[in-house]
């Protein structure tokens, strides 16, 4: 739940990190639901989504530029994404739209040196 949400509905500013698990969604299918939705939004190649159909857990107000995390195979957590935006909270159809890191590799290896 998003910083903003849990104020605005008397929760306080929470002392322990919040954590959702959601499912990633491939982009057409989530152009699909928020065409469904009555939106006319382009998921472009550098964004990512996640959530459920009937909206249940999504990220909010106030989690922008959060992680988007994925645990491998092996078990170790990588960054899949970073909250960017999205249309309401937990809305069916309207799921949360995140920054694909793996778009960002080249630039990000560029500037770090990192390989």
Not at 68 to 84: H, P, Q
């Amino acid at each position: 739940m998003g910083m903003i949400v849990m104020l605005m509905t008397g929760g306080g500013v929470p002392s322990v990190l919040q954590e959702v698990q959601v499912p990633i969604i491939e982009n057409p299918v989530c152009q699909e639901m928020f065409q469904t939705a009555g939106h006319a939004k382009t998921i472009l190649s550098s964004f990512l989504c996640a959530g459920y159909a009937n909206g249940q857990k999504d990220s909010c107000e106030g989690d922008s530029g959060g992680p988007l995390m994925m645990e491998r195979d092996d078990g170790r957590f990588v960054l899949a994404g970073t909250v960017s935006h999205g249309i309401k909270c937990a809305a069916p159809y309207l799921p949360g739209v995140y920054m694909r890191t793996t778009y960002y590799k080249p630039w990000l290896r560029s500037i770090t040196g990192v390989q």
